[in-house]
Nanobody
Framework: QVQLVESGGGLVQAGGSLRLSCAASVSILGIDFMRWYRQPPGNERELLAARTRMGSRAYADSVKGRFTISRDNATNTVYLQMNSLKPEDSAVYYC?????????WGQGTQVTVSS
């Protein structure tokens, strides 16, 4: 079992930055993939960023160059640094972990970007 707790969401003006955190209940070194998704109201969940256990990273075109996924092995935390935020980035953001082919989700954190 992996428990994930997101934090760091909030209200920010367009052009601003936020850093989301996802704290895992187990060592993230044993998690195959850590990913960030978002889900705007009335829309499907969108994959934004992924990081493998070996450190490879990938991003959706919609956030490439603005968002960065990183991790702190010592605290078992994965981050999503979000810069140059736009109103269309407003959504609930979710952390996801894949370990031994099981999927785990956090409860989500709301990000609202005002114009």
């Amino acid at each position: 079992q992996v428990q994930l707790v997101e934090s760091g969401g909030g209200l920010v003006q367009a052009g601003g930055s936020l850093r989301l955190s996802c704290a895992a209940s187990v060592s993230i070194l044993g998690i195959d993939f850590m990913r960030w998704y978002r889900q705007p109201p009335g829309n499907e969940r969108e994959l934004l960023a992924a990081r493998t256990r070996m450190g490879s990273r990938a991003y959706a075109d919609s956030v490439k160059g603005r968002f960065t996924i990183s991790r702190d092995n010592a605290t078992n935390t994965v981050y999503l640094q979000m810069n140059s935020l736009k109103p269309e980035d407003s959504a609930v953001y979710y952390c996801n972990a894949i370990k031994a082919r099981y999927y785990y989700w956090g409860q989500g954190t709301q990000v609202t970007v005002s114009s």
